[in-house]
T-cell receptor, first 118, second 112 residues
Framework: NAGVMQNPRHLVRRRGQEARLRCSPM?????VYWYRQLPEEGLKFMVY????????ESGMPKERFSAEFPKEGPSILRIQQVVRGDSAAYFC????????????????FGPGTRLTVL | GQNIDQPTEMTATEGAIVQINCTYQ??????LFWYQQHAGEAPTFLSY????GLEEKGRFSSFLSRSKGYSYLLLKELQMKDSASYLC?????????????FGSGTRLLVRP
């Protein structure tokens, strides 16, 4: 029973390049969430997606950041023209259902992608 | 506003008991999660409380008081492998309850 998979685990980019982060949810989960963790800070919600739909992107910067969860394949978080402030750990989580209440919508996290912008 | 407070670091001895506190002020409350995160790894789910009281699961227990906006995670018979960060996260009420609000985490160091 594979957990949430993320790749790459570490990504180094120079300022101005693009970063693509991938997330495959747990088997049977159709809801994906992306969080960002800056050093010494808590995880901050970025975006919530279902297959082919962005449900809530209120936590994502309006410029340079985008996310998708296509019908086939992993969810992708894309950061264009990266800047040093984008350096962080990006975590993906998945759940079977987001608002069922109780434990049914517990979010299970992947190991994260650590992005370093030089 | 939304605010979750946890101590930044704690140290305890192998075999002992440690209590990690979490206080929260959020606009609505629909449950509180505790996660364990080893350095460089995924946060892993430990416990969930939505009603007042104590939930026990092996060596780990979690307590919630909604009226006080307070929770704690209790770790008994500490082992070296328990050295990790412990994250408190609140699920808000309403249509955006999937937006977990995390504290900054408590780094626990277990010494021999």
């Amino acid at each position: 029973n594979a957990g949430v998979m993320q790749n790459p685990r570490h990504l180094v980019r120079r300022r101005g390049q693009e970063a693509r982060l991938r997330c495959s949810p747990m088997k049977g989960h159709s809801h994906v969430y992306w969080y960002r963790q800056l050093p010494e800070e808590g995880l901050k919600f970025m975006v919530y997606l279902q297959k082919e739909n962005i449900i809530d992107e209120s936590g994502m910067p309006k410029e340079r950041f985008s996310a998708e969860f296509p019908k086939e394949g992993p969810s992708i978080l894309r950061i264009q023209q990266v800047v040093r402030g984008d350096s962080a750990a990006y975590f993906c989580a998945s759940s079977p259902s987001p608002v069922a209440g109780g434990l049914g919508d517990t979010q299970y996290f992947g190991p994260g992608t650590r992005l370093t912008v030089l | 506003g939304q605010n979750i407070d946890q101590p930044t670091e704690m140290t305890a001895t192998e075999g002992a008991i440690v209590q990690i506190n979490c206080t929260y002020q959020t606009s609505g409350f629909n449950g509180l999660f505790w996660y364990q995160q080893h350095a460089g790894e995924a946060p892993t789910f430990l416990s969930y409380n939505v009603l007042d009281g104590l939930e026990e699961k092996g060596r780990f227990s979690s307590f919630l008081s909604r009226s006080k906006g307070y929770s704690y995670l209790l770790l008994k018979e500490l082992q070296m492998k328990d050295s990790a960060s412990y994250l408190c996260a609140v699920r808000p009420l309403g249509g955006s309850s999937y937006k977990l609000i995390f504290g900054s985490g408590t780094r626990l160091l277990v010494r021999p």
